[in-house]
Each structure stands twice: as C-alpha cells, then as structure tokens.
C-alpha cells in the first residue's frame, strides 16, 4: 500500500504533528470503547512511530483503557487523536484530525457488531466483526 | 407516568449522565471543527439543558472552540461528550456515549461542505452544505 505524508493537529492547535502513514487507507471501528471516546466512532490511519513527529506533546494526554491499549488526546481541547497497543511500533492517528487534502480513502470497518444503533454502514467498504 | 430516561458515559466512566426523555434525532456535523475535536465527524442529539443531568463533573472540561459554543470533554480519557450553545437552552449530546438501545436514528448530515475527503456519505439522508 501507498505511504502518504500528512500533517494535522487538535482543535486548539497545542499539538501538531507530520508524518509518513504506513497505509493510504483509514481503518473505521465501531466497538464500544472507540464510540465512546469519539462520541460516534474511530476513524484512523496506521503509522510506524519513527515515521511520526509531534509538536506540542507536552498537551498529549494518555488514557489506558486497557491492560495492552491506552488513547491520546489533547489535555486542553479534549481532541481525540491517537490509539496504540503498548507493544507495537506503530500507531492510529486520527483521521479526522489530518489536514485536507489527506490523500487517504476508508478501507475498512471493524467491530460492526457494536455498533451504534442510530447509525446504518452503507458506503460499501467493507465489514468485519473483529479487526 | 414516568419519562424515559438514557444513560451515558465516558470511556473511563468518570463523567455519567442521564438524559430525561427520548432523545431528538441525531445530527452529523461534518464541520472541520468537529472533525477535529472527534477524530472523525460529531453525531448528536440536541436536548434541552433542563434534560440533561451530569452526575459528577469533577473531571469534566470545557474548551471555548468559538464565541458561542464550547465543548466538553472527560479530563481523563479525552472522551468527546458535549457540544454546548453557550446562549441557547439546548446542548448537543454526543450520541457515542449514550448505553443501547438509544431509540433513535440519524436524519441529518450538515456542513457537508467542509467534510473528510476520505469517506463518502451514501446513507441516504439528507445533506446540507452549511
Ligand atoms: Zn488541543
Ligand atoms: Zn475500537
Ligand atoms: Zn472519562
């Protein structure tokens, strides 16, 4: 898959970064955790750590949701911006957080059995029951 | 007879809420401002302030993102929960917080002009560019 660079940041604009994504394709999950971080649900893009730079990450602010996952978002804006498992080496940026143009195009839908039950998936991209 | 009442929370659960009375039809905001607060794009439900009661506000926070509009979110685990109309009686609930079943459906997607340009709106319903 095709490696895009990106730029983007919180509403605030505390936290800036720049990167290269590992995929030119946005991962959307429905499970309940990633609904109720975002308040709808998660859309992001996959990212090797060594390809991401962050500016402002002294706002980052860190939530451990579980034993092998924890979330970022900006401490003073509240903007959801990253999901990572602890021990990998890379990382979900949030897409809605990037600058337009993105270059990035939704490939996939997961956890779609939690989904929320005031929303239909009906833009033909294709589902999956875990990841 | 007793109103209907919907519960919701943070990702933590810090921050619960209940919301008195069945919940108006959500909205999607596709503005870049709520793009980038949520990750994606906001989907609520606008309810009266009267309606809507926060248990604990203790790690509650509110960011001014324009003159008349703030929104909240849980200090803890950065979940986007509130988009408040400062000088309105209404506040819009973030409908991913909310516990099934929510009794409701999406009937609106609106600022359509500012939206992502990597998904595609094919649910059907109707868009508005403002
Ligand atoms: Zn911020
Ligand atoms: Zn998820
Ligand atoms: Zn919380």
Redesign the pocket.
């Given at each position: 898959m095709a490696r895009v660079d990106i730029t983007g940041?919180?509403?605030?604009?505390?936290?800036r970064y720049s990167a290269i994504t590992a995929r030119d394709i946005v991962t959307l999950c429905h499970c309940t955790e990633c609904r109720r971080f975002t308040g709808h649900h998660w859309a992001a893009v996959r990212v090797l750590e060594r390809d991401l730079q962050i500016s402002?990450s002294a706002?980052l602010a860190w939530y451990a949701h579980s034993e092998t996952a924890r979330r970022g978002f900006?401490?003073?804006?509240?903007?959801s911006l990253i999901f990572r498992f602890n021990d990998a080496d890379f990382l979900g940026i949030a897409a809605g957080s990037i600058d337009t143009p993105t270059g990035l195009t939704a490939g996939q839908h997961i956890f779609c059995n939690e989904k929320g039950d005031y929303y239909e998936i009906a833009d033909g991209v294709p589902q999956s029951e875990s990841w | 007879m007793t109103e209907v009442q919907h519960k919701g929370q943070c990702l933590c659960g810090a921050v619960a809420f209940t919301v008195t009375g069945d919940l108006p039809t959500p909205t999607a905001c596709h503005c870049s401002m709520c793009r980038r607060h949520t990750g994606h794009f906001l989907v609520s439900t606008e309810v009266q302030k009267t309606a809507l009661q926060i248990h604990d506000e203790t790690q509650l926070r509110w960011?001014r993102s324009s003159d008349r509009v703030q929104r909240g979110f849980c200090a803890t685990c950065g979940a986007s929960l509130f988009f408040d109309a400062i000088y309105r009686d209404w506040v819009a609930v973030s409908m991913g917080a909310f516990e099934p079943p929510t009794g409701t459906q999406m009937s609106l997607h609106i600022f359509t002009a500012d939206k992502g340009d990597y998904y595609v709106i094919a649910d059907g319903l109707p868009q508005n560019p403002q």
């Open positions: 940041g919180c509403l605030c604009g505390a936290i402002g706002k900006c401490a003073d804006c509240g903007s | 960011y």
